[in-house]
């Protein structure tokens, strides 16, 4: 079974530094893994995805995450930071049979 | 990506009563899923909805709680029964399409039970 630990349930970040968000999975196989952001009071949006392909994987809004599987790792990054990007991200992993996993979600706020 | 639309929005029920939500997809997919989010925390897996058979649902959630139904495609309902306030969540389905791997995500109904 699959499982998803992200570190840090809050991140404040100042408007234009860079944006980091820990993502650590477990899986017994080769895993896809996932990036969504759910703004207030609504669903989620699909960032990026990472499905063996390129381990350097590009999303939307300027975000990008970076497969290590020697770490076991997916972390999220953004290099300036936007009033926008003030929203939960939830890191999640599937594998063979396609049921997303979540972690506990990390919170952005962005000071001005 | 499809566009997913759910009914209702959000609703605010009374304990021992049921609530059926509702996922509309606009083009054919290959799998259904819904999901609650409980409040201030993470997503968890309720069932995947199977087309033309009964859903398959996962550890601590049983059908006589959570039915489905699939009636095609396109579509599919999700029934909260005999709710109590610990129903209180964000109920979300989800699609994947050709890309089995990926899936997208309607706005949620936001259930409050008194």
């Known amino acids: 079974a699959q499982s998803v630990t992200q570190l840090g349930s809050h991140v404040s970040v100042s408007e234009g530094a860079l944006v980091l968000l820990r993502c650590n999975y477990s899986?017994?196989?080769?895993?896809?893994l996932f990036w969504y952001v759910q703004y207030p009071n609504q669903g989620l949006q699909l960032l990026l995805k990472?499905?063996?392909?390129?381990?350097l994987v590009k999303g939307i809004n300027g975000f990008e995450a970076e497969f290590k599987k020697s770490e076991t790792s997916f972390h999220l990054t953004k290099p300036s930071a936007h009033m926008s990007d003030a929203a939960e991200y939830f890191c999640?992993?599937?594998?063979?049979?396609?049921?997303?996993?979540f972690g506990a979600g990390t919170t952005v706020t962005v000071r001005a | 990506s499809a566009v997913i639309s759910q009914k209702p929005s959000r609703d605010i029920c009374q304990r021992g009563t049921s609530l059926t939500i509702q996922c509309q997809v606009d083009?054919?997919?290959?799998?259904m899923f819904w999901y609650r989010q409980q409040p201030g925390q993470s997503l968890t897996l309720i069932a995947t909805?199977?087309?033309?058979?009964?859903?398959?649902?996962e550890s601590g959630f049983v059908i006589d709680k959570f039915p489905i139904s699939r009636p095609n495609l396109t579509f599919s309902t999700l029934t909260v029964s005999n709710m109590s306030p610990e129903d209180s969540s964000i109920y979300l389905c989800?699609?994947?399409?050709?890309?089995?791997?990926?899936?997208?995500f309607g706005p949620g109904t936001r259930l409050l039970v008194l």
């Open positions: 989800s699609v994947a399409g050709t890309s089995k791997e990926t899936q997208y």
């Open positions: 899986s017994s196989v080769p895993p896809y």
């Open positions: 990472y499905t063996s392909a390129a381990t």
């Open positions: 999640a992993v599937s594998d063979n049979d396609y049921k997303l996993s």
């Open positions: 083009s054919q997919v290959t799998m």
């Open positions: 909805a199977n087309q033309g058979s009964e859903a398959t649902y």
